[in-house]
Each structure stands twice: as C-alpha cells, then as structure tokens.
C-alpha cells in the first residue's frame, strides 16, 4: 500500500498532508505522482516524508498548463531547472540523512478528530470548514517552531498514543467525541500541554453541549469578534451550521 500525494502545488499543502499521512500509518510509502509546483519546494517535500516524487510536464497540445510545466513554462528559469536536477542527485546520494526527518518522532501533535471531519456546513460554499481553516493556521505556526510536527486522530487517542507526545492543540475542533475527551483529560492530568483554539471542545459527535471546558477549568467569559466583509458575526459558542458563523472567518477584515 502507498499514499497518493498530490499536494506540492498546494500552499501549506507541501508539507502537512505529507505529515498527515505519515502520522496516521508510519512507515507508508508516500508518492507524489504528479508534481508540477516550485522547484525550490521539492527538498522540502522529502524532508517531510515523500519516498517519490514524479516531476511532471503537460503534453504539447495541453497549453493551458504550460505556466506550471517545466518543458514549456515561461516563468521556470534555468535556474529551476537546475533546483530540480539537485534535488534528484541529493535524494539519491543523502537518503540515510534525509530520512532521519520524517523518521523523527514528533513531540507536538494536532489533534483530528472524526467528530469534527464529518460535520456539514450546508449553507456555506466551496470545500473549508472552520476546522480546515484553524488546523492548517496551526500548522503553519508550529512548523516554524524547529521541531516536527505530527497528528494524532481519534482512534489513535483511544488507543493511548497520547502519551508519546509532550503537546497536544486542538485546532478549532468543535466536535469531539466524550470518550476521546477523557482520554485527553487524562493525557492533562498525567503532565501533558494542551493549546485549545477557539472555538475547540463545544460540542459531541451529535452536536450536543458538553462541558469539556469546564472540566478542565476553562471559562468563557467573552468572546470579541472580528469585523466581518461578508455575513453575521456571532460568538463561536453560538455558531450556527455555517462557514461564515465563527470566530476565526475566512473573510474577517485583517
């Protein structure tokens, strides 16, 4: 078996997919099968755990493409072209070090609960949710902390992996199961760092009010919310089912 990861023309997408997907089956070959982004991004890719990358280029009759195809590109310089030719030779002849990146175990994990995955926002457009948008926030954060960066799902939290890790965030997770819960109560109690985002630990997998953050000593008192350009700005606490009803909106005036 091996991970598809097309995700090297994606912003953040370089890498947290790939740290993603290394996390929740260690060991997994990942392949990249259709790479057609920066030249100056492919290293990183390795670094982060891709095994194979395909570096890819459009037909002739494909001229669409051509910006982002390195045989027909206007905006690729020879300069890419020679990024990329490195990158190959240094794969091949440093892979005892390179590996030693991906391999590293990391101490700080995001938390990606199903709870939160299958919520539906039926009134918003295009594919983010408030989730997506914070964990990938997050991520970007922590991955310019000099240190990996990993996730941890549910069933990994069931199954106790909490405990090979010093940091758990949980990134605008508003959906968590209680049995999940406890086990990170418990991951708390015994030393362990929780960093919860607004707006974390409201609800179970049914939508229905918990008091996680009572339990763990937490009080909202209230809650200041940005200027919206687009929809009603409410309280994360009373958000409704769509994309634009949270605290941290895409389309919040910065």
């Known amino acids: 078996d091996i991970w598809l990861s097309e995700t090297g023309s994606r912003a953040e997408g370089v890498t947290n997919v790939m740290d993603l997907q290394r996390s929740l089956k260690p060991g997994q070959l ?25 570096y890819w280029w459009w037909p002739d009759d494909r001229n669409q493409f051509y910006a982002a195809s390195m045989k027909h590109s206007h905006n690729r310089t020879l300069l890419d ?25 990391p101490k700080l994990v995001l938390l990606y609960p199903r709870a939160t995955l299958i919520q539906k926002f039926q009134s918003a457009k295009g594919h983010k949710t408030p989730f997506s948008i914070e964990i990938v926030k997050c991520y970007a954060a922590a991955a310019r902390l000099d240190t990996p960066v ?71 008192l209230s809650e200041e919310l940005p200027e919206f350009m687009a929809g009603e700005a409410r309280p994360g606490t009373d958000q409704g089912q769509g994309e634009l009803d949270f605290i941290q909106g895409p389309v919040a005036k910065t």
């Open 81 to 105: 072209v020679e990024t990329v030719m490195r990158t190959a030779l240094d794969v091949r002849r440093l892979p005892q070090y390179i590996a030693a990146f991906p391999a590293a175990t």
């Open 150 to 220: 990993g996730f941890v799902s549910s069933k990994q939290v069931l199954d106790e992996k909490l405990k090979n890790y010093d940091v758990l965030v949980i990134a605008g997770a508003r959906y968590v199961k209680a049995d999940v819960f406890d086990r990170i109560l418990e991951f708390v109690k015994a030393g362990g760092t929780l960093i919860i985002t607004p707006t974390s630990l409201i609800a179970d997998e049914y939508s229905r009010r918990r008091n996680y953050l009572g339990q763990l000593g937490i009080e909202i």
């Open 30 to 54: 990942i392949l990249d099968p259709e790479y057609h982004a920066l030249a100056n991004t492919c290293f990183l890719m390795f670094l982060h755990g891709c095994g194979v990358m395909d």
